[in-house]
C-alpha cells in the first residue's frame, strides 16, 4: 500500500511570487507521480506526470516538479503565480505495476492576492 | 474539455434512495475509474473498469455497485442512500500506451446532495 502527504493544506502567496508545494508519500514498491490542479466546480486537471528518467518534470501553465527518491518527494513548484492559478492542487501516486488507480493527497488549496 | 464526459451534473434525493451516475469516457479509453470527494475522506479510489470488465476495487461500500456497457459507458449505482454519501463522484478514463501509464483524465463530476 502506498500513501500521500501533502505537507500544507493552504499556501497563500501574491502575485508574482514564486510558490512550492510539498509532497512526499511512501510505497514499497515503484510508482509513478502526479499533480492535478482542480479549479473551483471543475473536475481535476492533470498538471504533469514523473513516470522514469529526469527527475525535473515541466508541466502545463508554467509549472515543474522534481522526483527524489531518497526522500520520497516530489515538490511542485512555479516561478511566478497568476490570480487564475488560485486552486486546488493535489498530489498522487500510483503502483507502477497496478492497474492504475491513483491514491491521492489531501490537497493544497493555493489562493493568490494581488 | 478532457473529453470524459457525466451526468448528472448535480443530484438532489432522500435517504434512503437509488440513483445511478453515468459516465462516458473519451474516446478510444477502455478503463474507467470511480472516486468520490468528500470533505471528511478527501479523494477516494473507488472502482476501475477496463473494457467491461471489473479490475480493481477500493473503497467502495457495498450498497454501491458500477458496471460498464459494451460502448465503454459506466454506471455507477448508488442505493439505500444516506447523508454521509452526499459528495463529488468523478469519472476517469486512462489511456493504456507507452509514455502515458497510469495518465487520467478526469470528467467535471456528479455532484450528490443526500437530504
Known amino acids: 500500500a502506498q500513501s500521500v502527504t501533502q505537507l500544507d493544506s493552504q499556501v497563500p502567496v501574491f502575485e508574482e511570487a514564486p510558490v512550492e508545494l510539498r509532497c512526499n508519500y511512501s510505497s514499497s514498491v515503484s510508482v509513478y507521480l502526479f499533480w492535478y490542479v482542480q479549479y473551483p466546480n471543475q473536475g481535476l486537471q492533470l498538471l504533469l506526470k514523473?513516470?522514469?528518467?529526469?527527475?525535473l518534470v515541466k508541466g502545463i501553465n508554467g509549472f515543474e516538479a522534481e522526483f527524489n527518491k531518497s526522500q520520497t518527494s516530489f515538490h511542485l513548484r512555479k516561478p511566478s503565480v497568476h490570480i487564475s492559478d488560485t486552486a486546488e492542487y493535489f498530489c498522487a501516486v500510483s503502483e507502477a505495476d497496478s492497474w492504475g488507480k491513483l491514491q491521492f493527497g489531501a490537497g493544497t488549496q493555493v489562493v493568490v492576492t494581488p | 474539455d478532457s473529453g470524459v464526459t457525466q451526468t448528472p451534473k448535480h443530484l438532489i434525493t432522500a435517504t434512503g434512495q437509488r440513483v445511478t451516475l453515468r459516465c462516458s469516457p473519451r474516446?478510444?479509453?477502455?478503463?474507467v475509474y470511480w472516486y468520490q470527494q468528500s470533505l471528511d475522506q478527501g479523494l477516494q479510489f473507488l472502482i476501475q473498469y477496463y473494457n467491461g470488465e471489473e479490475r480493481a476495487k477500493g473503497n467502495i461500500l457495498e450498497r454501491f455497485s458500477a458496471q460498464q456497457f459494451p460502448d465503454l459507458h459506466s454506471e455507477l449505482n448508488l442505493s439505500s442512500l444516506e447523508l454521509g454519501d452526499s459528495a463529488l463522484y468523478f469519472c476517469a478514463s486512462q489511456i493504456h500506451s507507452p509514455g502515458h501509464y497510469n495518465e487520467q483524465f478526469f470528467g467535471p463530476g456528479t455532484r450528490l446532495t443526500v437530504l
Open positions: 514523473y513516470l522514469s528518467g529526469s527527475t
Open positions: 474516446s478510444g479509453d477502455l478503463s
